[in-house]
Nanobody, 118 residues
Framework: HVQLVESGGGLVQSGGSLSLSCAAS????????LGWFRQVPGKERELVAR???????VYGDSVRGRFTISRDNVKNTINLQMNVLKLEDTSVYYCYAGRHPFPAMDYWGKGTLVTVSS
């Protein structure tokens, strides 16, 4: 079993930056993929970024070049640095862990709200 707890969401102005962190515990070593997705009510889940056990990263088209995902294997955290935030980045952001690539997921957290204002 894996537990994931997100932190760092909040309100930020357009063009600003925000950093999210996800504390992972449990059988995290069995997960091949760790990452972030976001979801706005009424819309499908959207991959934000993910990192695999080899350190390879994949980003969603809408965030590539602005967001950076990192994994700290000592602290067991998955971090997301978000820069040049846009109004359309407003969403609930979830940390996830999975054995297979997104959209397959085995575990996810409760989410943290990011609101970008004009």
């Amino acid at each position: 079993h894996v537990q994931l707890v997100e932190s760092g969401g909040g309100l930020v102005q357009s063009g600003g930056s925000l950093s999210l962190s996800c504390a992972a515990s449990g059988s995290i070593a069995s997960m091949n993929f760790l990452g972030w997705f976001r979801q706005v009510p009424g819309k499908e889940r959207e991959l934000v970024a993910r990192v695999d056990n080899g350190g390879n990263t994949v980003y969603g088209d809408s965030v590539r070049g602005r967001f950076t995902i990192s994994r700290d294997n000592v602290k067991n955290t998955i971090n997301l640095q978000m820069n040049v935030l846009k109004l359309e980045d407003t969403s609930v952001y979830y940390c996830y862990a999975g054995r297979h690539p997104f959209p397959a997921m085995d575990y996810w957290g409760k989410g943290t709200l990011v609101t970008v204002s004009s």
